[in-house]
Structures are given as C-alpha cells and as structure tokens.
C-alpha cells in the first residue's frame, strides 16, 4: 500500500489544506496533479472538465440516438484506470489520467445533453449509470481492503497540524 509522509504537516499550521479544493490529492499524490502558477489541480479532474466543454461541442455534430452508446462506454477507460491504480495492479500517468478524463468528460457532456434536450428519463438513466460505476468501484475497494488506505491518504492531506511547542524548546 502507498505511504503518504508529508515532511510540511508538522511545521505548518493547524487547520485545513484549503488547496485540496481543487487537485484532491494529499502532497504525496502531487504526481497525479498538474501545477499551474503554484496551484495543483486534479489531472483527470481537468481532463473531465475540458471533455464536458468538449461533449456539449460535439452534440451539435453527433446524432443523439448516439448518444447512448456513448455515454454508457467512454467513462469505462477512466474507472479502469483508477480502480487498477487503486489496486496497484497498474502504474497510471498523467497522461492517460488526462484522456480518461477527457473521454469521461465526453460523456458527461453528452448526459447532460440528454437531460435538457432528449428526455429527462433518458439523461437522468445515464447519469445513474456513472452512480452505479461509482458505487461499484468504491464496492471493489472496500472488498480488497484499498478503500480505507485512500481514504486515510485523502484525509491525512485535507488536515494539517501543527507542530508541538515544548516547554523546552521556549
């Protein structure tokens, strides 16, 4: 399992790591974020976001019978992706993170699109299909005992504390 050693933890102070708002990821999971002017942000998490702009774009050209299909098969890549890095059975980089992203992004955009301008039973069905992966990668997490490890990753990341003062060292 990943070890996450913060060498900053102790000597910042107490309170909350407000820059997780954005990247998600505890300093030891900054490889899997992109810098941009000292501010960390999610790799997938910025894939997601250009390929729902992305998605939106491409409803003007795809016929949305189409749609559908495509919804239910790009975020596949992507929970791949995470679940077998999770599991540590797969090395992932920032460069796949973004096209998974990208292609989950993709189909967010198209959910969306559904919901406002085909059916809202059929977008809302495709929405509850991206819960549903949700809930069974957490499941598959949980059963091989990864989950707590990433949780305890996140939360060590959200926190900071502040070093101890000691009589002695007034």
């Known amino acids: 399992m990943k070890k996450c050693v913060d060498p900053g933890e102790m000597t910042e102070a107490a309170g909350v790591r407000w820059g997780m708002l954005l990247s998600h990821h505890s300093p ?6 992109f810098s941009i002017s000292g501010l960390r942000i999610c790799t997938r998490c910025f894939g997601v976001l250009l390929g729902i702009i992305g998605g939106v774009a491409l409803t003007l050209r795809v016929v949305p019978e189409h749609l559908l299909f495509f919804s239910l098969v790009l975020p596949l890549p992507a929970v791949m992706d995470f679940t077998l890095n999770e599991l540590q059975m797969m090395k ?8 998974t992203g990208i292609m989950l992004g993709i189909a967010v955009g198209f959910d969306l699109y559904a919901v406002t301008n085909i059916s809202l039973l059929q977008g809302s069905a495709q929405l509850a ?14 059963r091989t005992g990864f989950l707590d490890e990433y949780v305890s990753r996140y939360e060590k990341g959200v926190r900071k504390s502040r070093k101890p003062v000691l009589l002695q060292d007034v």
Request: charged share 20%; proline share 0%.
């Open 129 to 142: 299909w991206l819960v549903f992966i949700e809930f069974f990668v957490v499941t598959v997490l949980l």
């Open 28 to 33: 030891c999971d900054y490889d899997r974020t």
């Open 92 to 99: 992932g980089n920032n460069g796949m993170r973004l096209v």
